[in-house]
Each structure stands twice: as structure tokens, then as C-alpha cells.
């Protein structure tokens, strides 16, 4: 599997941040043709040129994935062009929104992988990048580039909340329910308790699915898995 000391979690009040277990040992990684296969997914094609509209869809094509995430990690882009020159994956286009991008976003493309990167305040859209921290900007890598590896053709949208806390990564998820549908990846966590009942509504958006982490610590649970 990969390795799990990368994932993030959120203390156990909801006043708590979230912090990325990253670790600082080389690891060794398996490719994506390695995890499609674990998966029982198709395998890449030499050229997403000429796919018929049944195979683009395999790859993601005409989706949106939301990744949700804290901070900033100001190289993304560049680690994802990187990421694709490793392993022979689809290039992607990049842009990013500001205060006043229209919501919800156009539908995404059917033929060609997309990364938009937003930064929220609140469910709102904000043009102020937040901080970076070298812990979230490895999680905010790993989760792009093997989000990408799993739906080459998917549009990628990144969603950087200005920090931590629950109140501001639940924040960032109502602002991917305002952008359409599509897959939430959300890689933070926390010990659920009677304050979680009032964040439930959030994952409730229509069209849309949640993927949440699980924790780093064997059988335990985390919320909102």
C-alpha cells in the first residue's frame, strides 16, 4: 500500500487541526500501472488519442474529482507534470479561480485531463492563497498525482483551505458542493463525538460522493469515514 505515515488527520475536538503525518525516510512507491492493476482497473492505453467515448469514460473523462485539502502548496502544478513525465501519464491543463469565478464550474472536458486549483474561505471561492506548509503540500501531492493515476482523464479540482481546523476543511467541502458534482477526497479525519452531528449536513450535496481517510492506526476509525 502506499505509505500511510503520509496520510492526515484532525485531533480529536473539533477545535483541533489537522496534521500531516508526513514522513522524512525515502519510501519506495508502487507505479500506477502497479495500483490500477491491484484494483482490477484497465490498463492505460499507449495514446488517449482516438478513444471511443466508452473508454474515455474509463479513464475518468467528463468527471470531476474534488481534493480537499489545508494550505498551499505553491509547486503542484509543476509536481504534477513531473509525476507524468515518471510514468508516461496525460498531461494535464492548469488554471486557477479566484473570488470571482462563476460557480458552479462548466461541465468538465471529455477528452483531456484538467487541475484547477481554489483556495476557500468559508464555502466562498477567496484569491488569497493560504499559507504554505511543507507537511500539506506533500499531502496536497501525493493526492493530486495518485488521483490523476486512477482517473487520467478526470478533471482534478484542489481546494486549499486556509488552515486546519475542521470548521475550515468542512468549509472547502461545501464550496466543492457549490462547484457541481462530482467524487470528494478528503484526507483528513478526526475521533467522531457528539460535535460531529453538526457537520454531518455538509456531506450532503447533490450528485455528489465523499471518500474520506480512514486513519493511520490500524482498526480505528476516523470521521467522517
Known amino acids: 500500500t ?4 503520509r496520510r492526515a488527520h484532525a485531533l480529536s475536538s473539533g477545535a483541533g487541526e489537522a496534521q500531516p503525518l508526513a514522513a522524512t525516510t525515502t519510501v519506495t512507491t508502487y507505479t500506477p500501472a502497479q495500483i490500477r492493476a491491484a484494483y482490477g482497473l484497465p490498463a492505460l492505453p499507449a495514446s488517449t488519442t482516438g478513444l471511443t467515448a466508452a473508454q474515455a469514460a474509463q479513464l475518468g473523462a467528463g468527471q470531476t474529482i474534488y481534493i480537499v485539502n489545508a494550505r498551499h502548496n ?3 502544478v509543476a509536481e504534477l507534470a513531473a509525476f507524468n513525465a515518471k510514468f508516461g ?3 494535464c491543463s492548469s488554471r486557477t479561480l ?5 460557480l458552479p464550474l462548466a461541465a468538465a472536458s471529455s477528452s483531456g485531463c484538467e487541475l484547477v ?4 474561505a468559508g464555502n466562498a471561492l477567496s484569491s488569497t492563497a493560504p499559507a504554505y506548509d511543507s507537511g500539506w503540500a506533500t499531502e496536497i501531492a501525493l493526492d493530486v498525482q495518485w488521483a490523476h493515476a486512477t482517473a487520467p482523464l478526470a478533471r482534478l ?4 483551505a486556509p488552515d486546519a481546523g475542521v470548521a475550515s ?3 472547502a467541502v461545501s464550496l466543492a ?7 470528494v477526497s478528503m484526507s483528513f479525519g478526526a475521533n467522531e463525538g457528539s460535535w460531529t452531528a453538526s457537520y454531518d449536513s455538509v456531506f450532503s450535496g447533490a450528485g455528489m460522493s465523499y471518500v474520506a481517510a480512514t486513519g493511520d492506526n490500524g482498526a480505528a476509525v476516523s470521521w467522517p469515514s
Open 157 to 160: 479540482v484542489l481546494i486549499e
Open 2 to 5: 502506499l505509505d500511510d505515515s
Open 177 to 183: 458542493n457549490r462547484m457541481g458534482a462530482g467524487v
Open 117 to 120: 486549483v481554489a483556495y476557500s
Open 89 to 91: 501519464l496525460p498531461t
Open 74 to 76: 505553491p509547486n503542484v
Open 98 to 102: 479566484t473570488a470571482s469565478s462563476a
Open 169 to 171: 476543511l468542512t468549509g
